[in-house]
């Protein structure tokens, strides 16, 4: 998939002049969902098939600051799934206009069953796109329990 250009609004600003995170996060999942449009998964087309993607976890590092006059491009590259191919990794770049990398930001996801309430093995036709994401470097298959590792305060756990 080609990379999205971004161009920040005042109101994408925090106090400092400088992009806010919520907005990074806009971006991404801006182009994440673009992704499924393009593959022919609109949110109409989800709904007919009671599916859709669900977080699991994200986090993004904030290595440059964007200020709120530049244009940024924005990626999105598979970086690894299940064996079974029902929990997803994405990883996505922000870059500044000077090709400088700003942001990295990995999500893992998987498809709700939005009947059942499960997560299920996408459509073969949305693992289709989700394979032709460029990969990577540390592409891996992983365990699901790899998911779970996250630091959870106050005693909380991750039943997935």
Known sequence: MNPK????????????????????????????????????????????????????NEHTYYLKEILGAQTVSVDICLAGHTEDKRYWRFAQHMYNDQGVLCAYHEFAFGVMDLVSRKIVSPPTDMLDAFFNLSQTDHFE????????????????????
């Open 5 to 56: 250009h971004v161009k920040f609004r005042w109101s994408d600003l925090d106090p400092n002049r400088h992009v806010r995170n919520s907005a990074y996060t806009d971006a991404f999942v801006e182009l994440r969902m673009t992704m499924f449009k393009d593959a022919g998964y609109t949110i109409e087309t989800l709904g007919k098939l009671q599916i859709g993607p669900v977080a699991i």
């Open 141 to 160: 298959v992983f365990e699901k329990a790899t998911l779970r590792m996250a630091r959870i305060p106050y005693g909380k756990t991750l039943d997935i």
